[in-house]
């Protein structure tokens, strides 16, 4: 159901149009230039939805990139601003569980530990002192399925920070004081850790013909096209690259890989190709054959990010293959191993005419591509295939 009050003010306010706005995100514009999109907590993963799941990132309710994106190409003059309604309550909340020993206390010298988050935002904390104590408890402090899913919520929204928010005069997206202090911790949490992704355990399972699947199945009509494109027989929408891989995972473990280790939820992104084995450009695909939703651009963005800190900007460490090698894992893994100037790109592929119109805005992928990645990581407009 679409949010009637904010789709009114895009229309009347802003003359955009947004007709399926989801209705548990807000919005508040002043008037003037500046827009405030507020998210429901659980869009954040940190606790479940309605249903007893946490949220997926591409879910209406959650995408904001795409929200965001959507609403900066409709109005260009824009500046917005994103947060989170609840989430400073449910820090405190989940502070206030923690193991609060003797080194605890004496570490981050707070008497009234349940008033941190205060304390950060009014300056009274240093990062270093939440980096090394605070955060890292109370991260590992929320359940596991949860965590994995805010980890991977705190980075969409810290990248999104870097590459779009406000900066010495330029940018035209902002965080409000909770968001901007969790995603400098993360920030920082992320730099001064040694994190790992994980390898592909098996080759995907095969299926012989488009018929194998149905609606009930869980083989779906995208698992058959991924297939039909990484045995090379649709060339032409993968830059008729000599190496193609698919259903690359995309979970990320702190120090080790283990199940008790992972930050990142697991998943899979869609296909992947590289022009050639010494080739500098590695190309992530979203591929959809049903209709597409506004959290197509979600995806492509964390996708693309990851790939580019796990094998360009290397602040992920790369594992190594296995003897098996399973879905051209090794391919990746020597890309990332050179030292050469190396670019990401993302695309999202869509079947017949189901793209969603506000994927289709001429100035969208030109506003992604001002990102602050000096052209190093990018994205192309959707591109129609047909098997």
């Known amino acids: 159901m679409a949010n009637q009050e904010a789709v009114k003010v895009l229309k009347e306010e802003l003359d955009v149009v947004m007709k399926d706005f989801p209705k548990e995100i807000s919005i508040d514009f002043d008037g003037k230039n500046n827009l405030t999109m507020t998210l429901l907590l659980e869009a954040t993963g940190i606790i ?33 601003k994103l947060c989170v309604s609840g989430l400073d309550e449910e820090l405190r909340s989940l502070s206030k569980s923690m193991n609060q020993d003797d080194d605890f206390a004496e570490k981050t010298i707070i008497v009234e530990n349940e008033k941190w988050i205060d304390k950060l935002v009014l300056g009274k904390l240093s990062m270093n002192e939440l980096t090394d104590c605070l955060f890292h408890k109370l991260f590992w402090n929320i359940s596991d399925k949860n965590r994995c899913h805010f980890g991977r919520f705190l980075y969409r929204v810290l990248r999104f920070s870097e590459q779009y928010g406000k900066v010495k005069g330029s940018g035209w ?38 018929a194998e699947y149905d609606d009930k199945s869980k083989i779906s009509k995208e698992y058959f096209v991924e297939q039909q494109m990484s045995d090379g027989k ?22 080790f890989v283990s199940e008790g280790t992972r930050i990142f939820s697991g998943g899979f992104l869609d296909l992947w190709s590289l022009n050639s084995v010494d080739g500098d450009e590695l190309t992530i695909y979203e591929l959809k054959t049903k209709k597409t939703m506004v959290g197509a651009l979600t995806e492509i963005f964390f996708y693309a990010n990851f790939m580019y800190d796990l094998c360009v900007k290397k602040i992920f460490d790369i594992s190594s293959p296995s003897d098996k090698n399973y879905r051209n894992y090794d391919y990746i893994y020597l890309f990332a ?44 407009k959707p591109v129609k295939y047909n098997i």
Not at 55 to 70: I, K, S, Y
Not at 173 to 195: G, S
Not at 355 to 367: T, V
Request: proline share 3%; aromatic share 8%.
């Open 337 to 380: 191993k050179r030292n050469v100037t190396k670019k990401v790109k993302g695309s999202i592929l869509f079947d017949d005419t189901n793209l969603h119109p506000l994927l289709a805005m001429s100035n969208i992928i030109e506003i992604m591509n001002k990102n602050r990645t000096k052209s190093k990581l990018y994205y192309v």
């Open 234 to 255: 649709l060339k032409l929408y993968v830059n008729n690259a000599e190496c193609i891989g698919r259903q690359f995972p995309v979970s990320l473990f702190e120090g």
């Open 173 to 210: 997206f902002e965080l409000d004081a909770v968001l901007e202090c969790l995603c400098k911790c993360f920030d920082r949490y992320l730099k001064n850790n040694l994190f790992l992704n994980t390898i592909p355990r098996c080759e995907p399972k095969r299926i012989s013909s488009i």
């Open 48 to 80: 479940n939805n309605q249903s007893g799941q946490a949220t997926n990132m591409q879910d209406n309710n959650a995408c904001f990139e795409g929200w965001v994106l959507a609403i900066r190409a409709a109005n260009e003059n824009l500046n917005i």
